[in-house]
């Protein structure tokens, strides 16, 4: 269901039709005591609305502007220009490894998420900022009271279209809010952390589908992908360590492009302690007493009931002339 806030509604209506807000509400509350109090005070804002010919969701050539993005749609179309591109991260999904990649997108009305499920993130490593995209066939979700555009294999993401401008965006998500590890809570999207690794655990290796990095399994002697069958496996790996800022310690998760930019070292370097793990422990040791900074979401670990934080971007070298000013707060 769509679900606009009543207040929104009622100032639409005032925008509208030049209406007080006393006589809107007035008009409101005879629609519920007509309808003996069997609707809710937003939907009958919603028949006022109706029948005063006021169209709540403006929309031009089927594409809606940011603002009037609303909880409960599906098969939206967007425009906007890209602010910020996050890394494609991949995750465990039943016996298979998937993928999910964000970006986040303005207009002259306000910014958004697009949350890019399975072959749909690769999109992330096209993306650079200040291009411009159009999204067809997104559907909204509310992500921890804010809401996004999610898009599954059957959406469209087009970038820079022909034709397509976009005005000076309004910025009203904040990027990398900072804060401590005692001040998260579950669900917590893109915060920033300082801290100091106290703790290393190896570093893991899983068989991956070379074309599609689903979860390839062992079958005779071969390995094969559900979607494409026998393969000769790719590896990707995943990487724990536990931060402590002062306040607690938590445990951050670090997928395949974090682990390479946290350890500072390539794909084919890492790849070689899958049969030397004995040689990481000295790059597990030189982590320890390591500060650095990361970005991502924080999550509750059902098994063991915490809260973990896993990376979608790292900074294994923060500038301590930066961090020196946000706590003098320029």
């Given at each position: 269901?769509?679900?606009?806030?009543?207040?929104?509604?009622?100032?639409?209506?005032?925008?509208?039709?030049?209406?007080s807000?006393?006589?809107?509400?007035?008009?409101?509350?005879?629609?519920?005591?007509?309808?003996?109090g069997?609707?809710?005070?937003?939907?009958?804002?919603?028949?006022v609305?109706?029948?005063?010919?006021?169209?709540l969701?403006?929309?031009?050539?089927?594409?809606?502007?940011?603002?009037?993005?609303?909880?409960?749609?599906?098969?939206?179309?967007?425009?906007?220009?890209?602010?910020q591109?996050?890394?494609?991260?991949?995750?465990?999904?039943?016996?298979?490894?998937?993928?999910?990649?964000?970006?986040?997108?303005?207009?002259?009305?306000?910014?958004i998420?697009?949350?890019?499920?399975?072959?749909?993130?690769?999109?992330a490593?096209?993306?650079?900022?200040?291009?411009?995209?159009k999204?067809?066939?997104?559907?909204?979700?509310?992500?921890?009271?804010?809401?996004?555009?999610?898009?599954?294999?059957?959406?469209?993401?087009?970038?820079?279209?022909?034709?397509v401008?976009?005005?000076?965006?309004?910025?009203?998500?904040?990027?990398?809010?900072?804060?401590?590890?005692?001040?998260?809570?579950?669900?917590?999207?893109?915060?920033?952390?300082?801290?100091?690794?106290?703790?290393?655990?190896?570093?893991?290796?899983?068989?991956?589908?070379?074309?599609?990095?689903?979860?390839?399994?062992?079958?005779?002697?071969?390995?094969?992908?559900?979607?494409?069958?026998?393969?000769?496996?790719?590896?990707?790996?995943?990487?724990?360590?536990?931060?402590?800022?002062?306040?607690?310690?938590?445990?951050?998760?670090?997928?395949r492009?974090?682990?390479?930019?946290?350890?500072n070292?390539?794909?084919?370097?890492?790849l070689?302690?899958?049969?030397?793990?004995?040689?990481?422990?000295?790059?597990?040791?030189?982590?320890?007493?390591?500060?650095?900074?990361?970005?991502?979401?924080?999550?509750?670990?059902?098994?063991?009931?915490?809260?973990?934080?896993?990376?979608?971007?790292?900074?294994?070298?923060?500038?301590?002339?930066?961090?020196?000013k946000?706590?003098?707060?320029?």
């Open positions: 269901m769509i679900k606009i806030p009543y207040e929104e509604i009622v100032l639409k209506i005032n925008e509208k039709t030049q209406m807000v006393t006589e809107i509400e007035e008009r409101i509350e005879k629609k519920m005591k007509q309808l003996s069997l609707i809710s005070k937003e939907g009958a804002a919603h028949i609305a109706n029948e005063l010919g006021v169209k969701l403006e929309q031009t050539s089927g594409k809606l502007q940011i603002k009037n993005i609303m909880k409960g749609m599906r098969d939206v179309e967007t425009v906007g220009r890209v602010m591109v996050y890394e494609i991260r991949e995750f465990m999904k039943g016996d298979s490894v998937s993928k999910v990649a964000s970006v986040l997108i303005g207009d002259e009305t306000g910014t998420r697009i949350v890019m499920w399975g072959s749909q993130a690769d999109n490593l096209k993306l650079s900022g200040g291009d411009i995209v999204v067809v066939g997104g559907y909204i979700r509310e992500n921890n009271s804010r809401i996004e555009i999610h898009m599954n294999e059957k959406s469209q993401l087009t970038i820079n279209p022909s034709g401008t976009v005005k000076d965006v309004v910025v009203t998500t904040k990027i990398g809010t900072r804060k401590t590890i005692k001040e998260l809570s579950e669900n917590d999207n893109d915060v920033e952390l300082l801290g100091t690794v106290v703790q290393a655990f190896d570093i893991k290796f899983y068989e991956v589908c070379p074309r599609c990095s689903k979860r390839a399994r062992p079958s005779s002697d071969l390995y094969q992908c559900a979607e494409h069958g026998n393969v000769i496996p790719a590896y990707s790996y995943v990487f724990n360590v536990v931060l402590d800022d002062g306040t607690e310690t938590l445990r951050c998760v670090f997928f492009n974090q682990v390479e930019k946290l350890v070292m390539t794909q084919e370097q890492l070689k302690f899958r049969s030397n793990p004995a040689d990481f422990e000295a790059v597990k040791h030189d982590l320890l007493g390591k500060i650095i900074k990361v970005t991502g979401r924080a999550n509750k670990n059902a098994m063991f009931n915490r809260i973990e934080f896993v990376a979608n971007s790292v900074d294994n070298n923060p500038s301590a002339e930066e961090e020196i946000k706590l003098q707060g320029q």
